[in-house]
């Protein structure tokens, strides 16, 4: 999974946010986490392979989602 785009929505000063994985700062902020998470998945979907690691208001850690084809389980 070395070429999975993972994105993270966070929520940090007041605002939700979808950011990159190991980047400080976010590719877009929002008012609300729905809008955040809609278009995190947007952009999970573009991606050859993406992941969405959608986490609450604390930092905790809510669900995950994949998008393209998983290289897990292999073959046999």
């Given at each position: 999974?070395?070429?999975?785009?993972?994105?993270?929505?966070?929520?940090?000063?007041g605002?939700?946010?979808?950011?990159?994985?190991?980047?400080?700062?976010?590719?877009?902020?929002?008012e609300?986490?729905?809008?955040?998470?809609?278009?995190?998945?947007?952009?999970?979907?573009?991606?050859?392979?993406?992941?969405l690691?959608?986490?609450?208001?604390?930092?905790?850690?809510?669900?995950?989602?994949?998008?393209?084809?998983?290289?897990?389980?292999?073959?046999?």
């Amino acid at each position: 999974m070395s070429n999975r785009q993972k994105l993270h929505v966070t929520y940090k000063n007041g605002k939700w946010g979808v950011r990159k994985e190991g980047s400080e700062r976010s590719i877009k902020n929002f008012e609300t986490k729905e809008q955040a998470v809609d278009f995190g998945r947007q952009k999970g979907r573009e991606a050859p392979l993406g992941q969405l690691i959608i986490h609450k208001k604390d930092g905790e850690i809510q669900t995950e989602h994949t998008y393209g084809k998983d290289p897990y389980p292999p073959k046999g």
